[in-house]
């Protein structure tokens, strides 16, 4: 794939100037350390521009522009990936969604709205609840659509509603070349051609740029209850868990944080944790005699399984700052480490062999030495592996530990990422992964990307 490109110069500036207009273009140090940035321990990118388009036409020009001129292009959401996934490598355009942030429809009766890339999930999430209808994955920040759709974000409720993936329907995507093409269709059946859709989807910005996006949307719950459960091991808390989904009982969360965790939780919190392997989950039903014989069977499964102490609640407040503090357990623990930073692991397994990964995730921190940290989303067979770190030294033993686990993942049938996507930090595991499928996938860029613009260095090995 190309990786040569034509250095970035101010009359490239000027020419993006004339199709975007000038309030649309900077070359500030500001704008472009702001852009140069995710949320990794990834070096930062060389982004030399900070392209903001306020249009699916300017998208497009913008890439005619850049295809013609060997530019790189790096769409960039809001930032929060965690792999270097919108970082310009190869300097280039950083094009900013910021401005692209409109609802453009609400089609209330199909349960679908029609939105620009650059949407926040919250700030939709917000608009929609008039509607009584919300958009259910749910990465923690406040990802962007367009951002969420292109890493196939997914987060505490795909074990009920599932991932990025799973909640759109329909795409309007800028080519490299410039074409603005369509994918997908309103319908929730579709069974016509390749599907285009679910292959932009995921690709991290790679293949093409998301300008438009119908979403899937669900009607908030009417009721919804919270369960914290403390188990004395462990592998009793996994029990639990392929319990729990074997039962039938449809949680919409299901989330695991080891003991030193839910100890610093409570601690910094003062939320109502133990200091053990600690699941917790979420219900919710349309009756109250339906949330209560769900969270009957839930304490029958888990008092079997040996849980030290079961709390279930039914009241909101409850519930929301309990999913508060574990939306925020990263910052906490950030917070808790000053002077560190942290390498956050993101495995997925098939839910029987989870209980084999996170006991080889306990057997390499252990016998390495190291300070780690688990929490995951169990109910998809998820786990995040969390390594502070303060020096060179640290992060290597990190990297190494974090490759191990990855190796271990993908020989259980999983996965090296559940849902952060490979960005530069998990392009190494590609091959073993993929395998010849890899080869498939870099034809496919070299078709849709011929000059290769599309956020360079990515996902492919180098
Ligand atoms: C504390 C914390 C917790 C997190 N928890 C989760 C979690 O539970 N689940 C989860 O899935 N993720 C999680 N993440 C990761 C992150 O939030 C997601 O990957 C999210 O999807 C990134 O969205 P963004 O808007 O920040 O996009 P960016 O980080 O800005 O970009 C992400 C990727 O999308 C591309 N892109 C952006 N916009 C477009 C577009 N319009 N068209 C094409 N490509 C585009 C970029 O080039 C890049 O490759 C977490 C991150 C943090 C910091």
């Known amino acids: 794939m190309p990786e040569t490109f034509t250095p970035f110069t101010d009359a490239h500036a000027d020419a993006l100037r004339a199709i975007v207009g000038a309030e649309q273009v900077s070359t500030r140090q500001a704008d472009l350390d702001l852009h140069n940035r995710d949320q990794s321990r990834h070096p930062m990118g060389n982004a030399q521009a900070v392209v903001w388009p306020l249009t699916a036409q300017h998208v497009a020009d913008v890439l005619r522009y850049c295809n013609t001129h060997h530019i790189p292009v790096t769409p960039w959401g809001v930032g929060t990936s965690l792999e270097a996934n919108p970082l310009a490598r190869f300097g280039g355009v950083s094009l900013a969604f910021e401005r692209m942030n409109r609802i453009l429809e609400v089609h209330a009766d199909d349960f679908q709205v029609t939105v620009e890339p650059g949407i926040g999930h919250k700030d939709l999430n917000a608009q929609l609840a008039r509607y009584g209808l919300f958009f259910p994955p749910d990465p923690g920040a406040n990802a962007t659509v367009g951002g969420m759709l292109a890493n196939n974000a997914a987060g505490i409720r795909t074990v009920k509603y599932g991932a990025s993936k799973d909640n759109v329907l329909k795409m309007q995507v800028a080519l490299a070349d410039g074409r603005l093409i369509s994918v997908g269709s309103r319908s929730i059946k579709q069974s016509s051609g390749y599907d285009l859709l679910h292959l932009f989807v995921g690709s991290e910005g790679t293949l093409g740029v998301i300008t438009q996006a119908t979403l899937k949307l669900v009607p908030v719950p009417s009721l919804m209850s919270a369960v914290i459960a403390s188990f004395p091991s462990v592998q009793a ?89 574990r939306h925020h357990a990263y910052e906490t623990l950030v917070r808790l480490h000053p002077g560190y930073t942290f390498l956050i692991d993101d495995v997925a397994v098939p839910i029987s062999q989870y209980p084999a990964l996170i006991g080889y995730v306990e057997q390499v921190v252990e016998q390495h030495g190291v300070r780690a940290y688990m929490k995951g989303h169990a109910g998809d067979g998820n786990i995040h592996c969390e390594f502070p770190y303060k020096d060179a030294e640290e992060l290597k033993r ?23 996507g490979v960005g530069t930090g998990k392009a190494h595991h590609m091959p073993h992964e993929h ?28």
């Open 237 to 325: 808390a996994i029990e639990a868990v392929v319990a729990v989904r074997g039962s039938g009982l449809d949680p919409a969360a299901l989330e695991f944080i080891d003991a030193k965790q839910s100890a610093l939780l409570r601690d910094h919190t003062g939320v109502d944790l133990e200091e053990s392997p600690t699941l917790l989950m979420e219900f919710h039903a349309v009756l109250p005699a339906a949330l209560e014989y769900g969270l009957e069977q839930v304490r029958q499964i888990c008092t079997e399984l040996g849980a030290t102490r079961l709390k279930t609640t039914t009241d909101n407040a409850e519930r929301a700052k309990l999913w508060s503090v």
């Open 398 to 420: 990190a990297e190494y530990i974090n490759d191990l686990i990855v190796t271990k993942a993908i020989e259980l049938g999983g996965t090296a990422t559940g849902e952060h």
């Open 435 to 462: 395998g010849e499928a890899l080869e498939v996938m870099r034809a496919l860029k070299a078709t849709l990307d011929p000059h290769g613009i599309l956020n360079p260095g990515k996902i492919f090995p180098r």
